[in-house]
């Protein structure tokens, strides 16, 4: 199957910083990328979607301004959590989909995800 | 409405036991794909099973089987003889193409006893 990274696994930083997780698909190439945030005990729950090339659509409650999205390649995506507070921390799983040869095209491949921890 | 039931929020059984963890979605599209994953305490999602909406055949897979029935919009995780590494939290998701999106359930919390 297909893989995807995502660097750090795992981050503290202090209240009012800022915070970029990389999403990496390593063998193939991902028009589509998605980010997900899961706090404890709880599903995962669909923040943004982004395409290469375009501007990234948020999901109904999740601000586009504290939760930047890049996806300048077809290959990484990047999201920026801006002047993070201790209520963002969670788990971010990015995924990733492509139409590229014989990729189904909808299927998504899930990273490993980045443990936040904001104090 | 929920799009992804999981009703059973956790499940505890003994080792060697049977287990069925259920899963009811709901959706207009008349093609979507259901998934189910597991995520171990690592918090890394593995993927163990995709079904199309055209496919209805049940599908084994080792100690894994799978129950598609679309007559009751069910799609259901049975693992036989359970072992303590198969404890987890279990998703079932529902891809629609009509919106490009997976929506996962709340997840089943297994735990298998030794």
């Known amino acids: 199957g297909a893989v995807v990274s995502q660097h750090p696994s795992w981050v503290i930083c202090k209240s009012g910083t800022s915070v970029k997780i990389e999403c990496r698909s390593l063998?193939?190439?991902?028009?589509?990328m998605f980010w997900y945030r899961q706090f404890p005990k709880q599903s995962l729950m669909l923040m943004a979607t982004s395409n290469e090339g375009s501007k990234a659509t948020y999901e109904q409650g999740v601000e586009k301004d504290k939760f930047l999205i890049n996806h300048a390649s077809l290959t990484l995506s990047t999201l920026t959590v801006t002047s993070a507070h201790p209520e963002d921390s969670s788990f971010y799983i990015c995924?990733?989909?492509?139409?590229?040869?014989?990729?189904?095209?909808?299927?998504?491949?899930f990273g490993p995800g980045t443990r936040l921890t904001v104090t | 409405a929920q799009k992804v039931t999981q009703a059973q929020t956790e499940i505890s059984v003994v080792e060697k036991e049977d287990v069925t963890l259920d899963c009811v979605y709901e959706t207009r599209d008349t093609t979507y794909y259901l998934f189910w994953y597991k995520q171990p305490p690592s918090g890394e999602l593995v993927f163990l099973i995709r079904r199309n909406s055209f496919d209805e055949q049940n599908e084994i897979s080792g100690r894994y089987s799978w129950n598609f029935q679309k007559s009751t919009s069910s799609f259901n995780f049975t693992i036989t003889a359970s072992q303590v590494v198969d404890s987890a939290v279990y998703f079932c998701?529902?891809?629609?193409?009509?919106?490009?999106?997976?929506?996962f359930g709340k997840g089943t919390l297994l735990t298998v006893n030794p």
């Open positions: 995924s990733a989909a492509g139409n590229v040869g014989d990729r189904d095209p909808y299927e998504q491949y």
């Open positions: 063998d193939f190439q991902a028009t589509t």
């Open positions: 998701a529902l891809f629609e193409g009509s919106n490009y999106k997976l929506t």
